[in-house]
C-alpha cells in the first residue's frame, strides 16, 4: 500500500514562512517525481512545484516563483516545500503526489496522492 502523508500546515500571518513535508512510505519511488498541489476554497487544484527523484531538477508555477522551494531527502524519502514570504492567497489544502514522470504537472497525471495539509495565511 502506498502511501502519501503530508505535514506542516497551519496558521501564519501574511510575510511569514512554512515547511511542508511529504513522507512517502509502501513502494520505491525510485525514478519518480513528487509534486506539490494546492486548492484553495472554491476553487480547482492546481499546480504548485514539482522535484525529480534526483532532486536536480524542480519546476514552479509563476504564482509560486522566487518564493517556494521544493527539495527531497532522498534517504528519508520524503519531500519538503518551504514556502517564504506567505500571501493571503497562499490559503489552501497543499497536496504532494508522486508521477512516473516529472512533466505531468496535472491532476490527471499523479498516480498517487496524500490527503493534504491546510495552510491558512492570514492578513
Known amino acids: 500500500q502506498v502511501l502519501l502523508v503530508e505535514s506542516g500546515g497551519g496558521l501564519v500571518q501574511a510575510g511569514g514562512s512554512l515547511r511542508l513535508s511529504c513522507a512517502a512510505s509502501g513502494r520505491t519511488f525510485s525514478g519518480w517525481a513528487t509534486d506539490w498541489f494546492r486548492q484553495a476554497p472554491g476553487k480547482e487544484r492546481e499546480f504548485v512545484a514539482v522535484i525529480g527523484w534526483s532532486g536536480g531538477s524542480t519546476y514552479y508555477a509563476d504564482s509560486v516563483k522566487g ?57
Do not use: H
Open 67 to 123: 518564493r517556494f522551494t521544493i527539495s527531497r531527502d532522498t534517504a528519508k524519502n520524503t519531500v519538503y516545500l518551504q514556502m517564504n514570504s506567505l500571501k493571503p492567497e497562499d490559503t489552501a489544502v497543499y497536496y504532494c503526489a508522486a508521477a512516473s514522470s516529472f512533466n505531468r504537472r496535472t491532476n490527471s497525471g499523479m498516480d498517487y496522492w496524500g490527503k493534504g495539509t491546510l495552510v491558512t495565511v492570514s492578513s
